[in-house]
């Protein structure tokens, strides 16, 4: 089988992706899985959770592709061992919402990149709405090649770089709870929750999105 030989040059690598919600993340997955399929390399599509519910990439923009959903009880280096001693080519993986993946996930991808020299291309948040990191992502920050931060960058309300993943209940910063709790960052959605991007000051201060924002005509740069 290709790609085995442990004296064979090390050039596949483990990216990661990475930025708060609103940043393109799925968008630039289902991008790349086109571009690396566009140059005649083969590969499969991973994600978990996704906010359609199913097993799919999607993207904010209107896009999405079918993908394998990941489980715990997923693993990744002996599905795609079994893959290629069925004849099975395959080049490259793009795994999405890696956040919610295990650290356990992450070792097999990176012994997947390491001993069959494919390439894995993660996508994903790096911190909860409690500002701490998510398992599987501080595994990705500790294994990863190389580490990007996504060029597209959501702003808070306030008009600052939006930097943290806040989680808002009815108008409320919420604090506590699972560290996994599905919901979009469209208001409306079950119990009142949705999740909102806040510049750091304003998720310390826990000040979401005013529901009735107004100027001050002494703020306005005309008279």
């Known amino acids: 089988m290709s790609g085995m030989d442990a004296s064979a040059p090390a050039t596949a690598q483990l990216l990661f992706f990475s930025g708060p919600m609103n940043s393109g993340k799925s968008t630039l997955a289902l991008q790349t899985a086109h571009t690396q399929s566009a140059h005649d390399r083969r590969g499969l599509l991973f994600t978990r959770q996704d906010r359609s519910g199913a097993p799919e990439i999607t993207s904010r923009v209107g896009m999405s592709r079918p993908a394998v959903e990941v489980d715990d009880a997923l693993d990744f280096w002996a599905m795609i061992v079994k893959e290629l001693t069925s004849g099975a080519r395959i080049d490259f993986l793009v795994c999405d919402e890696v956040q919610f ?12 990149v390491d001993e069959l020299g494919i390439d894995v291309f993660c996508f994903g948040i790096l911190s909860d709405f409690r500002s701490l990191m998510f398992p599987g992502s501080r595994r990705l920050v500790e294994l990863a090649d190389r580490v990007e931060t996504m060029q ?10 939006g930097t943290m993943n806040a989680r808002v209940r009815e108008g409320h910063l919420v604090r506590q709870g699972e560290q996994v709790l599905i919901a979009d960052t469209a208001e409306g959605t079950p119990a009142g929750l949705h999740y909102e991007v806040l510049c750091r000051k304003h998720f310390r201060l826990g000040m979401g999105r005013p529901l009735h924002a107004t100027l001050s005509p002494q703020t306005l740069p005309f008279g």
């Open 152 to 161: 597209v960058q959501p702003l808070c309300w306030c008009g600052a770089r």
């Open 101 to 112: 993946y295990t650290p356990t996930h992450i070792d097999e991808l990176a012994r997947v």
